[in-house]
């Protein structure tokens, strides 16, 4: 059989986890129906996901449809949870994206399909709720192809809109509806369509071929609800979207999309397979780690199977992999394209209720970055804080109810803040010399920092010789740059920073007479690792830095008559808007927003907007802060900025 791994993506409440259900159905998975009001949905495992009616944790269920097996991911919907969209991505063959009939295209809609053209995903389009009162037909194609700018194919028509009659009417392929859209893309069947010979089963093929190709989305109608025009797309799914492919002979080379923890603890891998065979008992290279597989099962009619192998195409839930990691490659790495969203630019502070314990606090949240490493923890031993990266306030509900449901602890939250950075303003250098002035250390250390462009990130370099001190001592100054640079003068992380070694100096190994190898006469690791932030610092104090924030581009779409209201709301939250255009009723603004206003933007819109304003946003750049107070962020290391407080801490003394 062949296989093929669909994701089912959409905007908020578009009906996908219900299309999902109903595809269970159909093809004889489930005997019921899974309702998401009544939270009985068979992907929507979390308590939260049952009680919201949303999808939060990417989902797998697989189906059989004739002579393929579909491995299907039913993935979230929400902004906030875009990283799980992210990861799978990374692991589809072909997609559906979801659109309702009565709302049409929405922002998120707009992202997703973006991204989808972008990796060349083959995607067919699923109209959904066309029994819901308000439903469109002409006007949700005309949406798609003019908001979303993509071609696309109706596959038939629908009678009954908008009552529980609708029901979608298949169209054979026809010249006269498929033609102009496939010919753009193919000057061959646009002369046969001239010269009158062109065949239903030429313009089949075509359609085949550049639905596969991302040159066209097929777009079915039809209601979940109802179960109207589910058959049409499962068809649409099996003959239209390509098959997994991947050589099982060739070397092993897979993905770990998802890690979750079994019921003793033990974690267990979600990877799909691109190429080569996996079998239990096999030693597997993981993120520059070794394990040994000690189990694998693979989904089959609707559930996980224990297997003895997996093979190229596969997605396997894998156990035995203690210290593996989302986003590892299994065996040889593939080539593809990296982060597709950006990282979250929020964060939080995580508050302990009373009846908290802070050790068990530490070990749930560990847990949960686990399963989502785009959510970084950030651990503050001297306030004994825990902060919590996010991409919006929904996350805080998810992250407090998952931790009081599944590990039984009460947290709150403080306000959001934004991440910042830093970058630096100019070029500083400092160095210290060993057994010179208050050098307490057995190094000599000498950094420079210039500013990088933007997007570079941290680059280190030497303007020494590699052979003039051992090479450990060089690697411990680099790694202690790039660690230091995780709290700038401000306690941001400093980035887009170019970073020589201007001086280097050791004591090689010294013994007194007669006598072994005496630590206090030669230097070791330990000393370049002291230094080095002092020195860091000093040349950062030196350059000077700039804190940025975090900036959203936004797109408003809102009637027209209500830009008045919406102008002086969006200056007072330090929103520019670049462009204004006005279609008909209609006018579309777009700029930019910082970032940490961006929830309080989505709150304001729809009372200014009479309910029709729709927003969309994403991460863009970072800008520098120009207004108000610079933010600072408290420090969680030893505090080189302060030269006594840091040597009690790291070297029990002040130097002299």
């Not at 997703?112 to 066309?130: A, D, E, S």
């Not at 002291?530 to 350059?543: F, H, K, M, Q, S």
């Amino acid at each position: 059989m062949h296989l093929l791994n669909l994701g089912i993506l959409a905007h908020v409440d578009a009906g996908k986890t219900s299309l999902t259900e109903r595809l269970l159905h159909s093809v004889g998975i489930t005997d019921e129906i899974g309702s998401v009001d009544a939270g009985s949905t068979h992907t929507d495992t979390l308590a939260l996901e049952r009680r919201r009616g949303i999808t939060i944790k990417a989902a797998v269920v697989s189906f059989p449809v004739d002579d393929v097996t579909v491995n299907l991911i039913d993935t979230p919907g929400h902004p906030d949870f875009i990283a799980e969209v992210e990861r799978a991505l990374g692991v589809l063959d072909g997609a559906v994206l979801v659109v309702s009939a009565v709302e049409g295209v929405q922002a998120q809609t707009r992202v997703l399909m973006r991204t989808l053209r972008r990796l060349r995903i083959p995607t067919l389009v699923f109209v959904n709720k066309t029994d819901r009162r308000g439903a469109r037909y002409e006007g949700v194609l005309r949406e798609l192809s003019g908001r979303l700018g993509v071609p696309v194919a109706p596959m038939g028509t629908v009678t009954g809109l908008g009552t529980r009659e609708a029901a979608f009417r298949p169209a054979r392929p026809a010249p006269d509806t498929l033609a102009d859209v496939l010919a753009d893309q193919d000057d061959d069947l646009l002369a046969a369509y001239v010269d009158g010979s062109l065949t239903r089963e030429r313009l089949r093929a075509a359609l085949v071929d550049q639905t596969r190709r991302t040159l066209v989305h097929p777009v079915f109608f039809g209601s979940a609800a109802t179960g109207a025009g589910v058959p049409e797309l499962i068809a649409g799914i099996r003959d239209l979207l390509p098959p997994a492919d991947g050589d099982p002979e060739g070397p092993l080379s897979g993905t770990v999309f998802k890690v979750e923890r079994g019921p003793a603890g033990e974690k267990i891998a979600y990877a799909r397979l691109f190429s080569g065979t996996l079998r239990t008992r096999d030693r597997v290279n993981f993120g520059g780690r070794e394990g040994k597989v000690t189990a694998i099962s693979v989904f089959d009619h609707g559930t996980d199977v224990r297997r003895e192998t997996a093979e190229a195409g596969h997605i396997a839930r894998l156990r035995g992999l203690p210290e593996v990691r989302i986003g590892d490659s299994l065996g040889v790495p593939r080539t593809g394209p990296g982060q597709v969203f950006a990282p979250p630019t929020l964060e939080t502070v995580v508050v302990p209720g009373p009846d908290t314990d802070r050790r068990s606090l530490h070990l749930a949240l560990t847990r949960l970055a686990e399963q989502d490493p785009l959510i970084a923890l950030r651990h503050d031993e001297i306030r004994q804080e825990v902060s919590v990266s996010l991409y919006g306030e929904v996350q805080k509900e998810v992250v407090q109810a998952t931790l009081a449901d599944e590990y039984g602890l009460t947290v709150a939250f403080r306000e959001t803040t934004p991440l910042c950075v830093e970058r630096p303003a100019g070029t500083g250098g400092a160095a210290e010399f060993v057994k010179k002035g208050a050098n307490p250390f057995l190094a000599t250390v000498g950094l420079r920092v210039d500013p990088a462009p933007p997007g570079t990130g941290v680059t280190f370099a030497l303007e020494v010789e590699l052979g003039s001190m051992p090479y450990a001592f060089f690697k411990a100054v680099e790694d202690t740059v790039r660690e230091t640079l995780g709290q700038g003068l401000r306690g941001w992380r400093v980035t887009d920073v170019a970073v020589t070694m201007t001086h280097c100096g050791y004591w090689p190994r010294q013994s007194h007479a007669h006598q072994g190898f005496d630590k206090s006469m030669s230097s070791t690791g330990y000393d370049f690792r002291g230094l080095t932030p002092l020195v860091l610092i000093e040349a950062l104090r030196r350059a000077g830095t700039q804190v940025h924030e975090p900036m959203h581009r936004f797109r408003i779409e809102a009637p027209a008559d209500t830009l008045g209201a919406l102008l002086p709301v969006l200056a007072a939250l330090r929103a520019v808007p670049r462009t204004t255009r006005t279609h008909g009723a209609l006018c579309v603004l777009e700029g930019a927003v910082p970032a940490a206003r961006v929830h309080a933007l989505e709150q304001r819109l729809p009372g200014l907007t009479r309910g029709e304003g729709e927003l969309e946003s994403a991460f863009d750049h970072y800008a520098p802060v120009v207004h108000g107070t610079v933010p600072e962020r408290p420090r969680t290391d030893h505090n080189p900025l302060d030269r006594k407080e840091y040597l009690l801490n790291v070297a029990g003394r002040t130097g002299s």
